[in-house]
């Protein structure tokens, strides 16, 4: 526990998990689903850390991006039917314990990585079935291996196709007509034609997918304010709820003028000053970013 934990009562920021790993490469920390022999799909136990970890990472000052990935050959194979079989609790029916625990449990996943104030960037292999596919659709951006496929796992066991806020972001991300022929069909889509569709950022070989995602996520912070790329984020997502077009010039008002006024908006004015020129060259950490 440090000062800061200490002055302000936030927790300290320690990520120990079972079914998750988290490993920090400086501002990106890189969490993977850590059950391969499962294909990783989602145990409760899974799901808890997950959504621990991203309920503390907003409050990381440390942490600038995560990349989510899965160990293994899948990314996410949807829930895990060992634990669909365990007994509800004594005081609870079935229906009350996938209303209460099971699905807000899923879904809070979602909840929690659009609340979470670092850009997402999914580095994603394998399988996405089922609530793999939403947790795909949750991130902000994509590179996919070549072997990644996704596709509604639901529907085949007599599901929805609509599940963990799918319906929400993929017509947005890939367009209304194509979302309903990868929601209403659980024929697998692989990664180039999701690529061709606008689902990622980049196809790249399945070894080389976590390195593509580290390198994309390195160019970003080494090249943006903390405190403004977080904000970027929290404008497009509000964007995604079909708020009005006033409502979100206002909001990036709002955040540029907050922007402008850090230390860190303010060098980089500076830094942009011919008359500086000279300055910058001799002293560049003067004009770094430093989230003030």
């Not at 970890?53 to 907003?58: H, N």
């Not at 790249?204 to 405190?227: H, M, R, W, Y």
Request: glycine residues 8%; aromatic residues 10%.
């Amino acid at each position: 526990m440090n000062v800061y934990q200490d002055s302000y009562y936030l927790p300290e920021f320690t990520y120990d998990y079972e079914k998750i790993r988290i490993d920090k490469q400086g501002a990106v920390y890189i969490c993977s689903f850590n059950d391969e022999q499962n294909l990783n799909a989602m145990s409760y136990k899974q799901m808890s850390e997950f959504n621990d970890f991203l309920i503390k990472v907003r409050l990381d000052k440390d942490c600038r991006i995560i990349i989510l990935t899965g160990e293994g050959r899948s990314f996410c194979a949807g829930f895990n039917l060992n634990d669909l079989a365990l007994e509800p609790p004594e005081d609870m029916g079935r229906i009350q314990r996938d209303f209460y625990i099971m699905q807000r449990m899923c879904s809070d996943q979602i909840i929690n990585m659009r609340r979470c104030e670092q850009p997402i960037i999914g580095a994603l292999k394998g399988y996405a079935v089922g609530g793999g596919l939403s947790i795909s659709c949750a991130c902000d951006m994509r590179i996919l291996g070549e072997s990644f496929k996704m596709n509604a796992g639901y529907l085949s066991i007599g599901y929805t196709g609509t599940d963990m806020g799918g319906s929400f972001f993929l017509p947005k991300i890939i367009g209304y007509a194509r979302a309903c022929e990868v929601l209403m069909n659980p024929s697998r889509f692989d990664a180039q034609k999701l690529y061709e569709w606008g689902f990622a950022n980049k196809v790249v070989a399945d070894d080389d997918v976590l390195e593509e995602a580290l390198k994309f996520a390195q160019e970003i912070c080494a090249s943006t304010a903390p405190f403004s790329l977080r904000l970027t984020k929290e404008c497009l997502q509000t964007s995604l709820d079909g708020t009005s077009f006033e409502n979100v010039v206002k909001m990036e008002n709002r955040n540029q003028v907050l922007a402008s006024n850090t230390n860190d908006g303010i060098m980089g004015t500076l830094k942009m000053n011919p008359k500086n020129k000279e300055d910058v060259k001799e002293n560049p950490e003067k004009y770094a970013f430093h989230n003030k």
